[in-house]
Nanobody, 121 residues
Framework: QVQLLESGGGLVQPGGSLRLSCAAS????????MGWYRQAPGKQRELVAT???????NYADSVKGRSTISRDNAKNTVYLQMNSLKPDDTAVYFC???????????????WGQGTQVTVSS
């Protein structure tokens, strides 16, 4: 099994910054893309940012220029640095990873439990 453990959420004032971390553990042969998604109350889960093993990144327009996604392949960990936070960024943030557990297997999607980010004064 594979576990994704998120940390770094919390309450922050508008204009503030936050750094989320997500570490994957378990039986892991390779990880393709890792990323962050978020879900606000009453809304569907949406992409925030993804990063492939090559380092290629993709951002939602709503966070582009304010957020940076990065990963440490040696630690199977992905980070999301968020700056200039707005109340609209309030949501539960979920970590996602495309994991290959065995050499002869395919990639499967795994999700973390989510971490709450609240932007409020």
């Amino acid at each position: 099994q594979v576990q994704l453990l998120e940390s770094g959420g919390g309450l922050v004032q508008p204009g503030g910054s936050l750094r989320l971390s997500c570490a994957a553990s378990g039986i892991i042969f390779d990880i393709n893309a890792m990323g962050w998604y978020r879900q606000a109350p009453g809304k569907q889960r949406e992409l925030v940012a993804t990063v492939k093993g090559s380092g290629s990144t993709n951002y939602a327009d709503s966070v582009k220029g304010r957020s940076t996604i990065s990963r440490d392949n040696a630690k199977n960990t992905v980070y999301l640095q968020m700056n200039s936070l707005k109340p609209d960024d309030t949501a539960v943030y979920f970590c996602n990873a495309e994991v290959k557990r065995l050499l002869w297997g395919g990639y499967e999607d795994y999700w973390g439990q989510g971490t709450q980010v609240t932007v409020s004064s």
